[in-house]
């Protein structure tokens, strides 16, 4: 899973000060070689422009008095979307049942990316079905893995 570089106190002080305004931080990520520092947040409702702006109100300061990030960098705040990225291991049990897209540190039976139906979740790894084969995937050895969405025609 997604490791962020950012020391866990500042990661809890973010999530605490945007829960106070009815948000939850779904992962922090360093992207664009360290250039980009994006946040992603959610609530039930669905997350909206507003909702972003808020945030980055209340974390740039947070960030500003951080001396471990990069000079320079830029703060992105926005909704993890349909094809979410997949940070905790609460994120993959909430997506069982989905097409995930993972990609690997190390690899599994020789691959380092799995595309596959997400079966089983436990404390320390998950079952993806791709096609006919099966892959247990540590959660210690994933780079990156985010959901897939699926076009769903419905009848009527």
């Not at 106190?9 to 305004?21: D, F, H, P, T």
């Not at 008095?65 to 830029?74: H, I, K, R, V």
């Not at 609460?90 to 097409?99: F, P, R």
């Not at 990609?103 to 799995?114: C, I, S, T």
């Amino acid at each position: 899973m997604q490791v962020g570089l950012l020391q866990t106190g500042l990661r809890e002080s973010i999530a605490e000060s945007i829960q106070a305004i009815g948000l939850k931080c779904w992962g922090i990520e360093m992207v664009a070689r360290g250039s980009v520092l994006r946040v992603y947040i959610d609530k039930a409702t669905g997350v909206n422009l507003q909702d972003c702006t808020e945030a980055t109100r209340i974390i740039s300061p947070l960030l500003d008095a951080e001396d471990s990030l990069p000079e320079g960098y830029t703060l992105e705040v926005s909704s993890p979307g349909v094809d979410r990225l997949l940070f905790e291991p609460e994120h993959w049990s909430d997506s069982i049942g989905n097409v995930i897209a993972v990609q690997l540190l190390e690899p599994v039976e020789g691959r380092k990316r799995l595309k596959g139906r997400l079966d089983r979740v436990n404390d320390r790894k998950a079952l993806l079905k791709e096609d006919r084969k099966s892959y247990w995937i540590p959660f210690n050895q994933v780079k990156r893995a985010r959901v897939v969405p699926e076009l769903r025609l419905e009848n009527g």
